[in-house]
């Protein structure tokens, strides 16, 4: 998509992306993290809220952090 500037920006996918598995590909470690599969490593964020369109990509700032796991133990839960 493209800003009304006509600037390219990212999607919420992309965005997520870039914190994520994009990472994991640069140094070289997309083989055991980055992503959430079989045999990987698998801290993980739950997001509360809908996720955003691209059209209001600055709307990922609005969604809660409702849990994290970090090495397969909980780290954070809000209580809903």
């Known amino acids: 998509?493209?800003?009304p500037t006509g600037r390219r920006v990212l999607t919420t996918?992309?965005?997520l992306a870039t914190m994520t598995v994009n990472p994991?590909?640069?140094?070289g470690s997309a083989?055991?993290?980055?992503?959430l599969r079989p045999g990987v490593?698998?801290?993980?964020?739950?997001?509360?809220g809908?996720?955003?369109d691209d059209?209001?990509?600055d709307a990922l700032l609005d969604l809660s952090v409702d849990l994290?796991?970090?090495?397969?133990?909980?780290?954070?839960?809000r209580a809903v």
């Open 41 to 48: 490593v698998g801290d993980l964020v739950v997001l509360g």
């Open 68 to 77: 994290t796991l970090i090495g397969g133990q909980v780290a954070h839960s």
């Open 13 to 15: 996918l992309d965005a």
């Open 50 to 52: 809908a996720w955003p």
């Open 31 to 35: 083989s055991w993290r980055g992503s």
């Open 55 to 57: 059209d209001d990509p």
């Open 24 to 27: 994991a590909r640069l140094d």
């Open 1 to 3: 998509p493209s800003a």
